[in-house]
């Protein structure tokens, strides 16, 4: 099997039936090897090597994040506001143990929903952490509220060999990337894949197929990654989305890929679901 996205993997034992019995998650902040998520300016703290920093439970932390082995690990929900800009916390990627990125992702999409959440869609009263920080309750009105993940296909789209990637603006200088957007309501994943690549670049695709998924916490998505065929290769680019957007050869990605001095594109971080479709393609897994 290739290897997964970044933030993907197993994690954390979620333990979801520990949580809603407030008796065995007040048992398990007493446990020896409980353990409570550090916090640095709204996001989880690293160490040197990456790896994130645990210490003893103390108070109350307010969100049961699952379960390493038999420890039970938990944190607390960060003061202040969910930053304006939803990459502000984007710099540590290049810091972070990909092994510790599945709880990283967790953590930071929990406690930014929470953050975003307190009060109750429905009256609009206070609510509260329920079930080990996996929901809010509303006193109120009884409702109960969920943590939620907004569906965004990425996609590679071919054309006789050749792939489609395009830059943003904010996009460093010279990357190019796989096209993306959000999945609308009533929206099928391959519906969505063939609307965002009419909308952006003007073609016509078919044979929309999944490929992998990657949870995405700034502030928290889930990113599904397909590949489509086009129909033709002429682009009408919407500017309004995308600087420019262009066909690739094989052999162009895999210089990119490599580093190469003359590559025509610098490729997405490693940390990025569409680093991998270009790494999976060009190794002739799609």
Same mark, same amino acid.
């Given at each position: ?35 409570? !998520? ?16 645990? +210490? ?20 607390? !929900? ?9 990459? =502000? ?8 143990? &990909? ?5 990283? =992702? ?19 009263? !206070? ?37 489609? +990637? ?18 609308? /309501? ?17 073609? #016509?695709? &078919? #044979? ?13 998505? !889930?990113?599904?990654? =397909? ?29 990119? +890929?490599?580093?190469? =001095? ?6 997405? /971080? ?17």
């Amino acid at each position: 099997m290739p290897p997964d996205p970044f933030f993907s993997g197993p994690g954390l034992d979620r333990a979801d039936p520990l949580r809603a019995d407030p008796a065995a998650i007040a048992s398990l902040m007493s446990h020896p090897e409980a353990r409570a !998520l550090v916090w640095n300016e709204g996001a989880p703290a690293l160490d040197e090597q990456g790896r994130l920093l645990w +210490l003893p439970v103390s108070g109350e932390p307010q969100l049961f994040l699952g379960l390493e082995g038999q420890a039970p690990r938990f944190s607390a !929900l960060p003061d202040g506001n969910v930053p304006a800009n939803a990459y =502000a916390h984007i710099h540590l990627l290049a810091l972070l143990d &990909g092994g510790e990125a599945p709880i990283f =992702a967790a953590a930071l999409s929990l406690a930014n929903w929470h953050r975003r959440h307190g009060f109750c869609s429905v009256c609009g009263t !206070l609510t509260e952490p329920n079930r080990g920080g996996w929901s809010r309750i509303c006193a109120n009105c009884g409702a109960e509220h969920y943590p939620r993940a907004d569906p965004v296909v990425i996609m590679l789209a071919e054309h006789d060999g050749r792939l489609l +990637l395009g830059r943003q603006p904010q996009y460093p200088e010279g990357r190019y990337s796989a096209l993306a957007g959000f999945v609308e /309501p009533g929206e099928s994943m391959e519906a969505a894949v063939a609307r965002e690549l009419r909308e952006e670049a003007g073609i #016509d695709v &078919g #044979d929309v197929g999944y490929l992998c998924s990657q949870p995405w916490p700034f502030p928290s998505s !889930l990113m599904i990654g =397909a590949h489509a065929t086009a129909v033709d290769d002429h682009l009408t680019i919407d500017r309004q989305e995308l600087d420019d957007a262009r066909w690739f050869s094989r052999d162009e990605v895999v210089a990119a +890929l490599s580093g190469a =001095a003359d590559a025509p594109f610098q490729p997405p /971080p490693p940390w990025a679901i569409a680093r991998t479709l270009l790494d999976r393609w060009v190794d002739g897994l799609m």
